[in-house]
């Protein structure tokens, strides 16, 4: 099997999904302890689902998530849970001021293997290293 690639029982497959969503009013709230608890809820849930984290940036007033992708689950699943489960635990650990922590919106596009370079790279960009 090519490398990449996961197999399930019936199914072969290699999905990426690189998912963008803010806070609400896009307001710069995701910063020192904020983001490293969030880094470490993204992860958690990722590994709960059983994807991959291939990129993570976590900019003040967004973040770009790379992540693999499951057949059994829609990117809408995907991002349900995670904003959801992040939601959740930020707002009882933190007092943000928001009625909600999340926007209702995402950003999502899928990749194949032939563009996950350019969107790791595009993601490593948004720091500016």
Not at 8 to 25: A, D, G, I, M
Request: glycine share 6%.
């Amino acid at each position: 099997m090519p490398r990449g690639y996961s197999r399930e029982r019936t199914s072969v497959q290699n999905l990426h999904y690189h998912f963008v969503w803010c806070p609400k009013y896009r307001k710069p709230v995701l910063t020192d302890e904020v983001a490293n608890r969030l880094k470490t809820l993204i992860v958690e849930k990722a590994d709960e689902l059983n994807l991959e984290v291939l990129r993570l940036t976590i900019e003040p007033d967004h973040i770009h998530l790379f992540i693999t992708g499951n057949p059994k689950l829609s990117p809408n699943k995907i991002i349900q849970q995670v904003k959801g489960h992040t939601s959740r635990t930020l707002r009882d650990e933190f007092d943000f001021g928001l009625p909600s922590l999340w926007t209702r919106s995402y950003f999502v596009s899928s990749a194949g293997e032939v563009s996950s370079q350019t969107i790791g790279e595009y993601i490593e960009a948004q720091t500016g290293q």
